[in-house]
Every structure is written in C-alpha cells, then in structure tokens.
C-alpha cells in the first residue's frame, strides 16, 4: 500500500502566519527593507492628499522596486505576481499586492526621487563592503574616513563610483519602462473567463469530452475502414480459392496513439522526422548504414498522410 503525504490546500493555519518568519537573516530582501526605512521619503509623502481610500506606503512600493531591479524583475505585472509567488517579495510587501498599475504608475510619478534613492542605497551597500547588489555589481572599494593625502584620490574614487551607478540606475529605470510598454503575456497568467475555478474545470471537462469525441470519431471511422477491407480480402479468397498475397489488415483500438509524443504530432513528419533531423550526418562526414535513409523516408511519408488531428488526446495527458 502507498504511503503518501497528504496534499491539503485548503485548510488555514491555526494561527496567522508572521511574514518575518520567510526569510533567513541573511536575505537581500531584508536588508533592502531596513535600508530604505532609513531613507528620507518625506518628498514622496508629502505629495499624497490624504483623503479617499488608502495609498500604498512609499516605502513599500519603493522596496519592491529597488529589489526587483536589481534581481532582474523589470516589468510592473512580474513584479505584481511575485507580491503572490515570491515569498522575498511577499515579504517586502507586507503580504500585500499593489496592482502592476499602481507600481507604473508610482515608478513614473516620483522617477527622479527614486533613481536618486536608488543610488543611495547602492551606495550605502558598497560602503558596507557588498560587492554586489543582486545583479548591480559595486565597487567593494574603501573610503578613507582621515584627511590623508589619500583622501582626495578616495573622494575622486567615489564621485567615480557613484556616477557609475547612477548611469546604471538609468538604464534600469528605463529598462522597466520598456518592460511595461511592452506588456506581453508571458504564460503565467489564466484568461479572465478562466479566473473562477468552478469555470476552469468546466471548461477542462469540456475540452477532454470534445477531444474524446474526435477520438471516438476517428476509431469509428477507422474500423469502418477495417471492416471493408476485410470484407473485401475474403470476398477474393472466395472468388479465388487463396488467400491473398500480403498482410491481412490489423484491427484499430479506441484512445490515443501511442506511437505518437505529446506535442510533436502535428510537427512536419513527427517524431520521426525530428528524430531524423538530429540523426543527420554531423559535418564530420560520418555516414548513416545503408538504408536507414530511405526507411526513414517511407515512415516521414507515412506519417505526414495520417489523420491531422492524431494524437490530441495524447497532447492533453
């Protein structure tokens, strides 16, 4: 008998879940949280009226922006769906999910404040000897803190340095833009009349009982074919008295092809004319036996004159 662990999505926890408990000490989403709460954000707080529902904190959204560059999360919709499936950003968010609108929209409106932000925050990880910030590569250099002689080489040093991250703070923001302008589907999200789970597997009942129809069809179709072609081979064995001359004509069964992969059926020749195309001499010059090629001929031919829609049950498991 098997022994599985039982899979339970739908009971709550006994009692609410700390959002402090995610992560390891050492997270980078931790530190981004404690740094920017050091920042002063008083220019962007100031710019809000106060009345009507409540806005998402500065603070918050300026977090989620400032670890999503730098880990490589650019478009708004990404980082709006990591506030769901990214527990570093579940974090960062307090467990709440600003629309990728909202974080657009906050990222255009107060840009000029939040690249300088930015900068602070790179800034201040390279003085505390990070060498990187995520993906931000900083200069692990060290500031002389005394008025020696190497003291205006160290500030020259850092206007270097701090120039540098500020172009690279640049070309981030504005690769978030493009992300945003962009907004391609990536896959990751349902269709808005998929959204409700009751009309998901509707629709997956649906989609199995139309392709067991067209399979259902197909055998039918199939084993009217065999039938005649039987009728027919005995009809001459009674007229001639012998059996005809080659392989009498094999029975169909009901359900999917086997002989065919998911996904590659309505691939030009199929399996086998992949299987072909990554066989094919290398530039080696190494030859293939005799008669592998005409073989694999016949069964391309063979397969691209099979019903078109062969192998969509198949496609679906």
């Known amino acids: 008998m098997s022994n599985f662990r039982p899979i339970d999505r739908g009971t709550g926890f006994l009692l609410p879940p700390s959002v402090d408990e995610w992560l390891p000490q050492r997270h980078l989403a931790r530190f981004v949280v404690e740094v920017v709460e050091q920042l002063e ?5 100031r710019a809000y009226r106060g009345s009507g529902s409540a806005s998402y904190h500065p603070a918050m959204l300026l977090g989620l922006l400032i670890y999503g560059y730098a880990t ?37 409106r107060f840009l000029p404040h939040i690249e300088a932000l930015f900068v602070q925050v790179l800034v201040l990880a390279r003085e505390m000897g990070l060498l990187k910030l995520g993906t931000v590569a900083l200069d692990g250099t060290k500031l002389h803190a005394n008025a020696s002689r190497h003291s205006a080489l160290s500030y020259a040093r850092a206007n270097e340095v701090e120039a540098r991250l500020q172009a690279e703070v640049a070309e981030l923001m504005a690769l978030a833009e493009a992300a945003d302008q962009a907004d391609v589907p990536d896959g990751m999200s349902l269709p808005e009349e998929l959204e409700r789970r009751e009309q998901r597997l509707a629709r997956i009942r649906q989609a199995r009982a139309q392709i067991e129809a067209r399979a259902q069809a197909r055998f039918e179709q199939q084993q009217a074919d065999y039938e005649a072609k039987q009728a027919a081979r005995q009809k001459k064995t009674q007229a001639s008295g012998k059996q005809p001359r080659g392989r009498p004509p094999e029975p169909h069964t009901a359900g999917p092809r086997q002989s065919h992969r998911p996904g590659l059926a309505h691939h030009e020749g199929g399996w086998g004319g992949l299987r072909a195309v990554l066989q094919r001499p290398s530039a080696g010059g190494h030859r293939e036996p005799a008669g592998v090629g005409r073989q694999r001929e016949r069964r391309v031919q063979r397969q691209r004159t099979a019903p078109a829609d062969a192998g969509e049950t198949g496609q679906l498991a």
């Open 41 to 45: 954000l008083s220019a962007m707080t």
């Open 72 to 108: 490589g999360v650019f478009s708004s919709r990404k980082l709006e769906r990591a506030t769901y499936d990214s527990v570093a950003f579940r974090f960062i968010a307090a467990n709440q999910h600003p629309d990728h609108d909202t974080l657009a929209a906050f990222r255009r």
